[in-house]
């Protein structure tokens, strides 16, 4: 079934602006199921043009899901496929009903006219590049397949375009010098002057100027215009941006373009809160609900619905001049009954002579732009395993909220900061407001500590429970140290037994008690029941592709999968009386949308339908799963695409795609994932050339427990190398693979995985593509490569030793390296330098560069998807050959 979406008429929302909406405003509510569903296209006329499309196939998914406090309403922001924006809907869990609040038709009352000038002008010019790109790739295939095709159209177009603005700008010019003459000559003529005569020079300008701009100098001025009119963050509607709920009443407040807006459930009545030049931020409701808690920038303020006092309640923090440190706010957190406030704060890093900051202590690295007449640079910050460190130093404070002008307490925590590795979580406040709770990180000691404190200004808090050693380093961003609803049990995420999962900590003897059972990876706690029985988590559970939404017995540790199995659910919440939970839940076979779960009859209703119904066209396979044991007796994960009438018995090329690294809560092999190689291109060699196309997770990779994530340190690459070298060989006793003719290629980690695999083990794969793949982690972050590659020092670059320069000499066979030129998160030399060493130890023949000159980490630039994927579909074709021919397909 559609989900059923009510267009919600609003008092100031008048008819008359209908005819000046947005394109797709007309039609936001219509369910896109409504169109027929388009034709299966056969596997023989499938081209990489479709499957890449200019417009991506996948909408938008919903996000800010919260629950009302009685889980009366459901709220989020989402919109249908191709619209602009994210708009908020409201979900009635009692009658089933969902309406939009927000639109373009709605949110253009509050806006000036001028912004939806640019709105619209913006979003005709995103379609239009769509559009064109579309047309100019299809058209590209056609003329490739030798039809006659026009591929200058397009460029045509648009320098005919160019000459109508440079020819209307001209005219506009020439009236106003006209005037600017005409008004010289009056005061010429009443001062009694004679008019000057044209100079000889202007006039041979003026004769230059009359002159037709010729073709090169028509396209410098287009490009120009190209340049100029890059779509940038802001162009669009943007639609809402955060939502909170009232305590107690069935209101919400929400952010709109830097605004505040309040919002009746029940009649959908909108009234707008705040209209300055400065960004709020909303943060709370008062605990009374009688007015609301924003924040500008690092400035807490409350106001009251029907006062127009603006308190602010975290002041600057006041330093007498002899203070050793001179802290400034950094981030405030408000207890339950807004009586408290956390306020971290640090030293900023500044001049004390001039008081102005000091140049930042990160490395400069430079890229350089290519697009300009001569090659010019940019600097983006680059921290590194061998840098001295320059931490801040930090203290969090604990004050009551008062109106009296009382003496600044004390910290109650401090860090001297330096050249250490230091990091603190977010404050959590008990429900009861009397306590809160933190973890703190310090990586090199390896050394996890989670403190509990009072509400009460001055008081030191309690360290309750410490680990060094055997912490795990993937734990450490998802600890979230927090109090169940009744205020009485501390609850965080740890991995004691080599998974990551909540535990109980007892804060009176430092022990930890795990609440679930089993080998898989919890991390994620949703919400809690409201009687602190139970509490929802995020699991794998039974199932590492997936991860579905349970109920967990605090106690016993019993766990009730809520969810459909194979679903991958990612952004939930749970309502506070513990009877419904929502999420974005899919899998391979039904995408994800948003779902809303009763906890109590399991009954289960999807609210959103996001995608374009033409993906059905080309989604001509699915993936099977399956695993292999590799040497060590480990079960790996992975899915194949086996093409029409494969059969055991065929002896078929393959590809395999890998990633291999750790990322903290993903992997390749995810039931929600359309990865575009491992799965979309994937698909189409599968289906269109034959192939069997694998992705797989090997061991180095998250979500698997400790044993897979820490497999990777101090020998980086090396046992993941050793798992595909495992998958090679049940490929050929399994899945009907020529032996001899395995392709390989990864991205990021993965192209370095890709690297590594056919340096070390040359006759494993016939032929690979390395994708942006760091090959000298001494120069990639440190805040990746000293946790996940190897131990560091200050004073020298020891990760150079898991470089993959030396041991380029071991390539067999062809290579082919991919690079964005501008990319900032693994640098463009990581590929030049490791070229340039295969160069100098006699692989040209082996070795080839595809590069794109404005692509960053994910190419984007010159290189769409389409475009790389075209390349690498003429590669693997090059060097593994084809299926089986086309007779028997």
């Known amino acids: 079934m559609s989900p059923k979406i009510l267009a919600l008429s609003v008092t100031f929302a008048c008819s008359a602006l209908g005819n000046m909406l947005l394109p797709q405003a007309a039609h936001a509510t219509l369910p896109v199921s409504l169109t027929a569903a388009p034709a299966r296209i056969s596997p023989a006329d499938l081209t990489l043009e479709q499957v890449f499309r200019a417009k991506s196939y996948a909408g938008q998914s919903a996000r800010l899901i919260h629950f009302s406090h009685d889980a009366r309403y459901l709220a989020y922001v989402w919109n249908p496929f191709s619209e602009t924006g994210s708009d908020l809907y409201l979900h009635d869990t009692l009658t089933g009903e969902t309406k939009r609040i927000t639109s373009p038709a709605v949110m253009k009352a509050f806006d000036a006219p001028e912004a939806w000038d640019r709105f619209d002008k913006k979003f005709q010019q995103r379609e239009q590049e769509d559009a064109e790109r579309q047309a100019k790739a299809e058209a590209q295939a056609a003329y490739l397949r030798g039809e006659q095709v026009d591929l200058m159209q397009w460029e045509t177009a648009a320098l005919e375009e160019v000459k109508k603005e440079l020819a209307e700008k001209k005219a506009k010019d020439a009236a106003k010098k006209a005037e600017a003459d005409a008004e010289a000559a009056r005061e010429q003529a009443a001062a009694g002057k004679a008019a000057d005569k044209p100079a000889e020079g202007k006039k041979d300008n003026q004769a230059d100027s009359d002159k037709p701009k010729a073709l090169w100098e028509l396209r410098d001025e287009l490009k120009k215009k190209i340049a100029k009119n890059k779509l940038k963050p802001g162009d669009l509607y943007p639609g809402v941006d955060q939502l909170v709920w009232a305590n107690k009443k069935n209101e919400l407040i929400f952010q709109y373009r830097g605004d505040l807006f309040r919002l009746q459930a029940a009649n959908g009545k909108i009234e707008r809160l705040t209209r300055t030049g400065t960004p709020e931020r909303i943060v709370a409701y008062q605990a009374n609900d009688q007015g609301y808690l924003y924040m500008d920038d690092k400035r807490l303020y409350s106001v009251s619905f029907n006062s127009s006092v603006i308190r602010q309640l975290n002041p600057e923090l006041i330093h007498p001049d002899d203070a050793d440190k001179k802290y400034s706010i950094t981030d405030t957190v408000l207890s339950e009954d807004k009586q408290w406030m956390a306020i971290s704060a640090a030293v900023p890093d500044v001049n004390p002579d001039t008081g102005k900051p000091n140049p930042s202590s990160e490395r400069q690295v430079e890229i350089m732009n290519y697009n300009e007449r001569f090659a010019t640079a940019k600097k983006v910050p680059r921290e590194v395993s061998d840098d001295k460190r320059k931490i801040p130093a930090t203290a969090l404070y604990i004050r009551h909220i008062s109106d009296a002008n009382t003496r600044q307490p004390q910290p109650v925590f401090t860090n001297d900061g330096g050249d250490i590795w230091f990091e603190m979580s977010k404050i959590s406040w008990a429900k009861d407001s009397s306590r809160y709770t933190f973890s703190t990180w310090e990586r090199e000691k390896n050394l996890l500590r989670i403190y509990v404190g009072h509400a009460a200004e001055g008081e030191k808090p309690k360290m309750v429970f410490e680990r060094r050693g055997n912490v795990g380093h993937e734990v450490v961003n998802v600890v979230d140290p927090q109090f169940t609803p009744d205020s009485k049990q501390l609850i965080a995420v740890l991995d004691e037994q080599g998974y990551r999962q909540p535990y109980v900590i007892n804060t009176e003897n430092s022990s930890a008690r795990a609440i679930l059972k089993g080998d898989f990876e919890a991390h994620h706690i949703v919400g809690f029941t409201p009687d602190s029985k139970a509490m929802f988590v995020l699991a794998n559970k039974g199932d590492f592709a997936a991860m579905n939404i349970f109920k967990a017995d605090l106690a016993s540790g019993d766990m009730k999968a809520l969810g459909a199995a194979g679903d991958f659910h ?320």
């Open 570 to 889: 990612r952004q939930s919440d749970a309502a506070d009386n513990g009877e419904k939970v929502a999420s974005v839940a899919g899998q391979w076979s039904s995408r994800p949308e948003l779902k809303i779960m009763d906890v109590n009859t399991g009954k289960t209703q999807t609210l959103t339908n996001s995608h374009d119904p033409q993906w059905n066209s080309i989604d001509l396979l699915r993936p099977e799963r399956f695993s292999f044991t590799n040497r060590h007796g480990d079960q790996i994960q992975a899915y194949v695409f086996k093409p029409f009438h494969w059969q055991i018995s065929d002896q078929r090329p393959a590809i395999v795609y890998t990633y291999g690294g750790p990322l903290n809560d993903r992997h390749i092999v995810e039931t929600d994932s359309f990865q575009p190689t491992a799965y979309l291109f994937g698909m189409y060699m599968a289906a269109k050339h034959g192939y069997v196309t694998v992705a797989v997770d090997p061991r180095g990779h998250s979500n698997y427990g400790r044993k897979f994530s820490d497999a990777n340190w101090e020998q980086a690459g090396k046992p993941q190398t050793e798992d595909l070298e495992d998958l090679t060989k049940y490929l050929q006793q399994h899945l009907g693979v020529d032996g001899k003719r395995i392709g390989l290629t990864g991205w990021s980690f993965g192209g370095f995985q890709t690297q590594y695999t056919m340096y070390t083990s040359p006759d494993t794969f016939a032929a690979g593509i390395a994708g942006a793949g760091p090959t000298e982690w001494e120069n990639y972050n440190s805040w990746y490569s000293g946790r996940t590659i190897g131990k560091t020092e200050r004073s020298k670059p020891t990760l150079r030793q898991y470089s993959l320069l030396p041991l380029t000499a071991g390539l067999k066979k062809p290579l082919l390296l991919v690079h964005g030129m501008q990319d900032p998160n693994v640098l463009y030399q990581d590929t030049v330098n490791v070229y340039r060493a295969l160069l100098e130890n006699g692989k040209e023949q082996l070795v080839d560069l595809f590069l794109d000159p404005d692509g960053e980490h994910a190419l984007g630039g010159a290189i769409k998807a389409k475009a790389w994927h075209k390349k690498y579909e003429r590669f693997f074709l090059q060097h593994l050959g084809t299926a089986l021919p086309a007779a028997s397909q």
